[in-house]
């Protein structure tokens, strides 16, 4: 099973930027479906964005325009790029990882990292 473990995270104002990473170790992610998902408090754990090892692509609603995941295949790594953060964006964020059809489902994910805070300020 892959090992995932998250970086990036912060505090930062709205309208501001964030790059996260997902680092994995153990196998290579460039067979695996990468997601990012967002828990805040009290919340249920929610999609944030997924790329399947065909590069396909898929955001939530709230994420489209604003945040970009990528695949960094020489550091076995999966990004995301957070632009125009707004006080909703605050969570952890999760980086997960499955090998079996691209999802958006949190569940249908078997590998998952610590998470990262990210705390936006208005």
């Known amino acids: 099973q892959v090992q995932l473990v998250e970086s990036g995270g912060g505090l930062v104002q709205a309208g501001g930027s964030l790059r996260l990473s997902c680092a994995a170790s153990g196998r290579s992610l460039s067979t695996y479906t990468v997601g990012w998902f967002r828990q805040a408090p009290g919340k249920e754990r929610e999609f944030v964005a997924r790329i399947g090892w065909n590069r396909i692509i898929k955001y939530s609603d709230s994420a489209k325009g604003r945040f970009a995941i990528s695949r960094d295949y020489g550091n076995n790594s999966v990004d995301l790029q957070m632009n125009s953060l707004k006080p909703e964006d605050t969570a952890v964020y999760y980086c997960?990882?499955?090998?079996?059809?691209?999802?958006?489902?949190?569940?249908?994910?078997?590998?998952w990292g610590r998470g990262t805070q990210v705390t936006v300020s208005s």
């Open positions: 997960a990882a499955d090998l079996r059809v691209p999802t958006t489902s949190a569940s249908d994910f078997d590998s």
